[in-house]
């Protein structure tokens, strides 16, 4: 992805993606706990992981402050896609967090193929983050966010815009913490650029959480990716990249 197709997107387009629940971050978190206060709401059950297993041997860790981490391949970049090189060394970006627009930051950064595409200035295969907390009900988010996204790969990311339907989130568990998950694919329309993909897929997980006043909150994951063409990451790779993510505790 690139061009109309992600580069000029993931700065501005991207933005999309903070309309309604994504528009702010908050400091702190506490996971679902124990309390004897009458007006605690209910606590949320866990759906099934993602997971089969581990991620695969010789995969490196991407690890977010928020105490979740995720695996990718071991030629996936870590850092900050957009960041200065780190001091001391060109070749590894800073991840002092990516801003996906409208300040909804992601660390934990990683993507693939960066500059597959010689057309453009910036092009890349794959690209994930986490945010920082966020305010609102899990489930919420993971919608709200899926729209939007859905909204600009139509809109921003493709000259002739895409099909993009928008499934209905399904309960997930992350480390046995109760967790949202929408995966969407957008059709794309030719004619395409040739740096824009047959179909895109977005991905979203929101991790259940609290705010240190006790209110409803989440973390988010997100990946972006090619598929449908020579050279993409192969769809097994992708599934088990979004499987993969965990507390930092957990296997």
């Known amino acids: 992805m690139s061009g109309v ?32 206060d009458p007006d605690t709401p209910d606590r949320e059950e866990p759906g099934p992981t993602l997971a089969a297993g581990p ?6 860790d991407v690890r977010s402050p928020t105490g979740l981490v995720y695996s ?12 200065a090189p780190a001091p001391g060394d060109t070749d590894v970006p ?10 909804y930051v992601t660390t934990a950064n990683a993507i693939a193929d960066r500059g597959y595409c010689a057309a453009s200035g910036l092009s890349f295969r794959t690209l994930s983050g986490i945010s920082t907390l966020l305010p609102g009900d899990a489930r919420e988010q993971a919608e709200s966010a899926s729209r939007a996204m859905a909204d600009s790969i139509d809109r921003r ?7 993009v339907p ?10 046995g913490v109760p967790a949202w998950y929408v995966s969407l694919r957008g059709a794309v329309r030719p004619p ?33 990716s090619d598929e449908d063409e020579p050279g993409v990451q192969p769809e097994a790779t992708i599934d088990a990249v979004v499987a993969s993510l965990r507390y930092d505790n957990s296997v």
């Open 94 to 103: 800073q991840d002092p967090g990516s801003d996906w627009g409208s300040g």
């Open 72 to 83: 990718v391949p071991p030629d996936w970049e870590v850092g900050d896609p957009f960041g």
């Open 192 to 224: 395409r650029d040739s740096c824009t993909p047959p179909t895109i897929r977005f991905d979203t997980i929101a991790v259940s959480t609290r705010a240190t006043d006790g209110s409803p909150a989440s973390i988010v994951f997100v990946l972006m």
């Open 5 to 36: 197709g992600v580069a000029a997107g993931v700065r501005s387009g991207i933005s999309t993606v903070v309309a309604g629940c994504l528009t702010a971050a908050l400091t702190g978190c506490a996971l679902w706990g124990d309390s004897p």
């Open 55 to 60: 991620p695969p041997g010789g995969w490196q």
């Open 166 to 175: 928008v499934p209905e989130a399904r309960s997930i568990g992350v480390s």
């Open 157 to 163: 990311f493709t000259r002739n815009g895409a099909d």
